[in-house]
Nanobody, 120 residues
């Protein structure tokens, strides 16, 4: 059974940095397009950054210049480097991805989420 798994969350002080990882498991599966979402307490889940299979990226205005999404297709992993973190960016960060296996695309996989807490 294929899964997405996030890692790298934790506690960081305001202004600090953190890198999140999202990896896929399952024989023959690779990550196609992917995105990182954030859900703050009591708020809706929002898109933070996304990356296409070809490496084109898109960012929420609030994180432009501070966050960077990247991918390692050998490791089947997508990363989110977060710099200059702010307390209001506390929340659960989720990875969402379309996967590909033997030329067939499977859409809409979600990871279990990883908690990021930014202290003031």
């Amino acid at each position: 059974q294929v899964q997405l798994a996030e890692s790298g969350g934790g506690l960081v002080q305001a202004g600090g940095s953190m890198r999140l990882s999202c990896a896929t498991s399952g024989s023959g599966f690779s990550i196609d397009a992917a995105g990182w979402y954030r859900q703050a307490p009591g708020k809706q889940r929002e898109l933070v950054a996304s990356i296409t299979r070809g490496g084109n990226t898109n960012y929420a205005d609030s994180v432009k210049g501070r966050f960077q999404i990247s991918r390692d297709d050998v490791a089947n992993t997508v990363y989110l480097q977060m710099n200059g973190l702010k307390p209001e960016e506390t929340g659960v960060y989720f990875c969402n991805a379309d996967l590909r296996r033997y030329g067939i695309r499977y859409s809409g996989y979600w990871g279990q989420g990883t908690q990021v807490t930014v202290s003031s």
